[in-house]
């Protein structure tokens, strides 16, 4: 089983600048085959990322992600207030499809 | 577009089955380019994959319930559903359905989710 381990745990920013998320996994995530989700409170998760770097329909470029291997990064270039939740890296590279424990992004 | 929502009892007792039903609108859930998938989790913790199920009924699941889960496909009724066995505590979680690709397993669209409380 593929562990997925997010850093930092809490990123405090405001908004306007860069947030910068790292996913990394316990052994190499074939073919990029990695996701980002955002969750808000009482919300189920939203695709934000796949295939490491493709963007999900209608997602801001504001959103980027980039990374291969074992090491995994979702960037958000300008943060606006309603990007302020948790976000979660999931490799389908391999069964079991694991997910990482989370990032939580908050306002400073 | 393609729309899920769960149902199913909010509370079961410890030792019994836990049952819940996602049903799909908006798009055949036989259409065969897509699998359909459980996930769950916890009050305040990580998403747990669980399992998920083609149209045909070919199915995959996790390891940590394996022993515990059933899940199956009614295609007449659109739905899909989660048995899981001997429920304890630490089975009570928000359950999500969601749906997937056969070699392309990201999440997308994703159920409201349920919260299942395991409680005598």
């Known amino acids: 089983e593929i562990v997925l381990t997010q850093s930092p745990g809490t990123l405090s920013l405001s908004p306007g600048e860069r947030a910068t998320l790292s996913c990394r996994a316990s052994?190499?995530?074939?073919?990029?085959?990695l996701a980002w989700y955002q969750q808000k409170p009482g919300q189920a998760p939203r695709l934000l990322i796949y295939?490491?770097?493709a963007r999900a329909t209608g997602l801001p470029d504001r959103f980027s992600g980039s990374g291969s291997g074992t090491d995994f990064t979702l960037t958000v270039s300008r943060l606006e207030p309603e990007d302020f939740a948790v976000y979660y890296c999931?490799?389908?590279?391999?069964?079991?499809?694991?997910f990482g424990q989370g990032t939580k992004l908050e306002i400073k | 577009q393609v729309q899920l929502q769960e149902s199913g009892p909010g509370l079961v007792k410890p030792s019994q089955t836990l049952s819940l039903t996602c049903t799909v609108s908006?798009?055949?859930?036989?259409?065969?380019?897509?699998?359909w998938t459980w996930i769950r989790q916890p009050a305040g913790k990580g998403l747990e994959w669980i399992g998920r199920?083609?149209?045909?009924?070919?199915?995959n699941y996790g390891p940590s319930l394996e022993s515990r889960v059933t899940i199956s496909v009614d295609t007449s009724k659109n739905q899909f559903s989660l048995e899981l066995t001997s429920v304890t505590a630490a089975d009570t979680a928000v359950y999500y359905c969601?749906?997937?690709?056969?070699?392309?397993?990201?999440?997308?669209?994703w159920g409201q989710g349920t919260l299942v409380t395991v409680s005598s």
């Open positions: 969601a749906r997937s690709r056969p070699w392309l397993n990201w999440f997308d669209p």
């Open positions: 908006g798009g055949s859930i036989s259409s065969g380019i897509y699998y």
């Open positions: 199920i083609s149209p045909s009924g070919t199915t």
């Open positions: 052994q190499s995530v074939s073919s990029s085959y």
């Open positions: 295939g490491a770097s």
């Open positions: 999931q490799q389908y590279g391999s069964s079991p499809y694991t």
